[in-house]
C-alpha cells in the first residue's frame, strides 16, 4: 500500500517562506510523477507544480512560476516544494501526489492523473 506524508506546513508572514516535504513509502517512488496541488477555503483544488520521474522536468501553475521551486530525491523517496515570495493567496491546504506515467516523458497537471494522495499540510500566509 502505498503511503504519502506531507510536513512542513505553517504560518508565515507575506514575503516568507517555507519548505514542504512529501515522502513516500510503500510503492516505486522513482517512476512516479509528482505533483503539488492545493485547496484553499471554499475553492476548488488546483495545481501546483509537478516533476517528471527522472527529475529533470517541472511544471508550475502560472501563479506560483518563479517563486516555487519543486525538487526530488528518488534515493530517500521524497519531493520537496520550497515555496518564497508566499502571498496571503497562497493560503490553502497543499496535497503532495503521485502519478503512475504513461510514457517515460509524461509530466501531469490534472488531478485526475494522479492516484496516490497525502492527507495535506496548512499553510497559512498572513499580510
Known amino acids: 500500500q502505498v503511503q504519502v506524508v506531507e510536513s512542513g506546513g505553517g504560518a508565515v508572514q507575506a514575503g516568507g517562506s517555507l519548505q514542504l516535504s512529501c515522502v513516500v513509502s510503500g510503492g516505486a517512488f522513482s517512476s512516479y510523477v509528482m505533483g503539488w496541488f492545493r485547496q484553499a477555503p471554499g475553492k476548488e483544488r488546483e495545481f501546483v507544480s509537478a516533476?517528471?520521474?527522472?527529475?529533470?522536468?517541472?511544471y508550475y501553475a502560472d501563479s506560483v512560476e518563479g517563486r516555487f521551486t519543486i525538487s526530488r530525491d528518488n534515493a530517500k523517496n521524497t519531493v520537496s516544494l520550497q515555496m518564497n515570495s508566499l502571498k496571503p493567496e497562497d493560503t490553502a491546504v497543499y496535497y503532495c501526489a503521485g502519478a503512475l506515467p504513461l510514457y517515460s516523458t509524461a509530466l501531469y497537471y490534472s488531478s485526475t492523473e494522479y492516484r496516490y494522495w497525502g492527507q495535506g499540510t496548512q499553510v497559512t500566509v498572513s499580510s
Open positions: 516533476i517528471r520521474w527522472t527529475g529533470d522536468t517541472t
